[in-house]
């Protein structure tokens, strides 16, 4: 077997407990948690001034690690049969979604070097967030959502349709109700909609609401009618995967777990 | 084929793409969004201001062309085996809800040049937003929903009857808890509904609570018991839409996406 | 027929329409309507203020007929089957919910001509509200609301005997939590299960809310478990409820409407 | 039948109404809702000074009525066929989840008499929550959910993971969005994850919100695409309970309520 074969086998999510490969997973996950965490505990101010050295030595080497893992993923993608011819098939490898997330999540660093704007670096930090994407090569559940919404794309496009013009409507129709008496609040229609979305999800922050008697009867009114209306989406999601969810279990080989041929992906 | 049939043809909706009927309901559509994204950018004040002329073009020409678009329709109506006879058929095809619906959307542009007060015109201005309703004839979405009302209308009253039994129950017995405790904020029954229509579905804004031991146990009882008897409305809208998605999908033809036939309308 | 036979039928729900006992229905009916309406409408300051008199001797109205209804059905209950005896017969169905609700909802009215101190009858004017359930002689809704309770009475015990030691439990850990940092708002376990129902039924009014941060990691964590479990009874209810319509549906006869035989009560 | 059988048999639930093992399952039942509610009413300041002493003495009470109860519990375990062995079979009862809430449940009390600080003793008055599970011998809402908890762990952990993604983007970008214009509400991810929750739940206290426009608009999208999202793991709760119920229903004998052979537990 080839180094590149290889290479390609202990990148790949392991199927035996305990090999190489296996411990490379374990490493990798453990990294991109780790990464998760770091970019969360870096916004608290007290833990960002007193471990400052320590964030920037722990991204240098998360980012060297990134970075290898990169070059050998578009260097061993040959090893795949659908990326087999040297060159175009390693850049074709290199285009593909999960690809370009690796690459993203790791280029911020390097621009500076390359003479770029330390600025725009800076605003680029955000793509650090893509680093928790590489997870879903590991867990089930980002490719079970990513299922979900190819399987639902017509369902939920017609339901997304419908729920902009209903909020379309709920917020031009309270626009005028309100913008009267609460020229602040209700100022134009595109800020009505952020009313319209609070009180049409049910989340009601309570920093706006209308205080007319109109504008009362209309909000209950659109409460009552809309919420059933605008939970549509959602509820598409939510069957759908757990649709997913079900389906899974039953397709699955009781003994290994494994997918049984045959079953609809 | 005469002319009217032609345009009677060039109007409706086109089964094939690229053909000049295809072409009329591109630009229909485009403008028809036009008008959506005007209606909303209008309210910004900042927007307006810069570009109050051309907002004021924009609406000539839409009222143009929604007038001809209108005379024409009903001109061809004729054409449609349901509205065959000159004269009769047009005026039955100008009372459907839709020709209504084209009529009303472009009415009060013209009221102003026929002598109407300006201030009532300006107030009418509103009827601008049947535009949106238009887009009904080329997107699904909507006529899903349609046929959702028509299909659960039984349901639908009986559990609105219920709903509204249920809010007056609540707001009453909270009117006579609060109102001593909170004279402004439950000042009459009427009033109370706010409360009882934010607290039933959930939206809570929090500009109005209980406040007595009294009230609050009672907000309690009824927000446990209360919410799932208030979700029924909008939960048969909810799974009435997805059924009607559902058969949708069952009913169409494979290949052409066209509703098979014997399929319950 | 005897007359006491006729009165029965007559306040009986018609089931023919247009005929006396019709007609009764539609009076009764439009009586409570008005009746739950001026019970409404008193509560407005403006309109009460204005209105006084016409309230007052609305009320004497409604009180004198719903009087002679409550009279004309005891003493014409003979005539049902299930209470032919006189005498024991009237007393039985005297003491059924109905008649009891019947009676209830005049009674506060003669409290006081009866010697009664004025104070306790004004305190018995909510039982006015009472007279909103008589509606439930001639309308689905509340009989449907009924039997889903009857039907769902196990579970619904269940559920709630597990919502509300989840209420307690929940409420009890965020006392502990919050109560040194809001000695007002978290003053005691019952003060703060006001904001266990608030948040568990995401309501949230915004009233309470943990401010310390092991209070807003627990009220994280109870709010993505807790909602979900909280929900049980709500949708045992919603599920009982649309199990009914569907039966309702499926049994009655598509000619006439009326129930078919050998279906589930 | 030795007294240690008789001992186990009376402690465990109960088969015949009327017995003494019945009586002695109303008194536990009855002694744990009390502790439940002297929990509670003792944090009520008004009730706990005026009834002080009450509450230490049936403190007392308790304690020594759970403690004797303990004992005898692990004491006459070897009556049970899969503790039979005296010693390591008591031990192997009492490190069992139910025999380790009962010792959890009285011991903070013995503590200071066993000589550790008085106010570790007082952290640990927590602990007599504890005693409240005891109450999942005799009631099937806790064994329910229970059971739902075991069968869908598979399900909840993939879900769970999700939200957890879902929150930690939510948040992450929201944070990115208003740090600057709100530094005191949106101060680090871990703080904004609470903006995340309030709103990902639809609670929506209003405690904290965005502001900017960029914040809206973010937030909006959320909520309408999140919320579907982040309903799984209650959604997969609510349904495993009701499937619970429903299974329990079929597989119960209608004579006696007691469980048919051969049904899954």
Redesign the interface.
Known sequence: MSLKKRTYEILNVSREKGDLSWWVDVLLVTLISLN?LA???E???TVFEQYEAFFYYFELVSVIIFSVEYVLRVWSANAAPAYRKPGTGNLRYALTPMALIDLLAVLPFYLPLLGFDFRIARTLR?FR?LR?FK?SRY????Q??NRVFQDKRE?LG??L???T?LL??AS??M??AE?EAQPEAF????ET??WG???L???????V?PVTAIG?LL??VI???G?????????????G??EK?SQEAETACPHCGERLEGSRS
């Open positions: 998760a970019l969360i505990l916004t608290v101010e955000l967030l928790l997870i867990t089930k559940a980002l079970h959502i369902e017609i339901s349709t419908f729920t013009i379309l409507l031009t129709l626009y005028y913008h100022s134009s229609i595109p909609m952020w979305i609070a009180t999800t049910t989340v009601g922050y309570g920093d609401y009362k909000g209950g409460a009552v009618i919420i059933g209306l605008f939970a549509l989406p959602t509820g598409i999601l939510a069957s995967f757990s969810l």
